[in-house]
T-cell receptor, first 114, second 114 residues
Framework: GAGVSQSPSNKVTEKGKDVELRCDPI?????LYWYRQSLGQGLEFLIY????????KSGLPSDRFSAERTGGSVSTLTIQRTQQEDSAVYLC????????????FGQGTRLTVV | GENVEQHPSTLSVQEGDSAVIKCTYS??????FPWYKQELGKRPQLIID?????GEKKDQRIAVTLNKTAKHFSLHITETQPEDSAVYFC?????????????FGAGTRLFVKA
């Protein structure tokens, strides 16, 4: 596609439910990031995928958070047993491995846990 | 772990004045420093970047400077305009490992008053 696509754009869920957020990176981009942005705050690193290497999960805030990247392309961020503090905008970004280092962001998924 | 500190958190300037945003990083292996602009309700987008083999880079009204010894880099916007109002994020990455994890600063909210 023309850019990084995320779905859904908005998600309202009840506390305790599981949610899945999807990211379609730019075709051919080998690096994929997930970030979280709380209202008026900065970008909090969550997880980083690079090609077929083991992902860097050092930013995941708890074991309720997990992410997968199938076939080196689409990624899914899963939050289990959601809590109100999980409410934020979840941003996905992708970039090429070498030569082109700019990270292109998706429009984000606004998650609201009620 | 890696850390990027960004100051100030909020900056208000008069149209036509200059704005300076400063960042420091902790990982001495960092060698790529992008700056992103996020307009209200939109995704972050790259506006300028600098690599560690360069001390300064300019692009029209914006410039970045890098002091590797001090692990400090700055964004300079001259002749500010109302459309420069946005949140600006600095970031630091290490490109040496064939992939990179980008660590973002907390962001600076810039207001340009007409």
């Amino acid at each position: 596609g023309a850019g990084v696509s995320q779905s859904p754009s908005n998600k309202v869920t009840e506390k305790g439910k599981d949610v899945e957020l999807r990211c379609d990176p730019i075709s051919g981009h080998t690096a994929l990031y997930w970030y979280r942005q709380s209202l008026g705050q900065g970008l909090e690193f969550l997880i980083y995928f690079q090609g077929n290497s083991a992902p860097d999960k050092s930013g995941l805030p708890s074991d309720r958070f997990s992410a997968e990247r199938t076939g080196g392309s689409v990624s899914t961020l899963t939050i289990q047993r959601t809590q109100q503090e999980d409410s934020a905008v979840y941003l996905c970004a992708s970039s090429l491995r070498q030569g082109h280092t700019e990270a292109f962001f998706g429009q984000g998924t606004r998650l609201t846990v009620v | 772990g890696e850390n990027v500190e960004q100051h100030p958190s909020t900056l208000s300037v008069q149209e036509g004045d200059s704005a300076v945003i400063k960042c420091t990083y902790s990982d001495s292996a960092s060698n790529y420093f992008p700056w992103y602009k996020q307009e209200l309700g939109k995704r972050p987008q790259l506006i300028i970047d600098i690599r560690s083999n360069v001390g300064e880079k300019k692009d029209q009204r914006i410039a970045v400077t890098l002091n590797k010894t001090a692990k400090h880099f700055s964004l300079h916007i001259t002749e500010t305009q109302p459309e420069d109002s946005a949140v600006y994020f600095c970031a630091a990455s290490n490109l040496a490992t064939g992939g990179f994890k980008t660590i973002f600063g907390a962001g600076t909210r810039l207001f340009v008053k007409a």
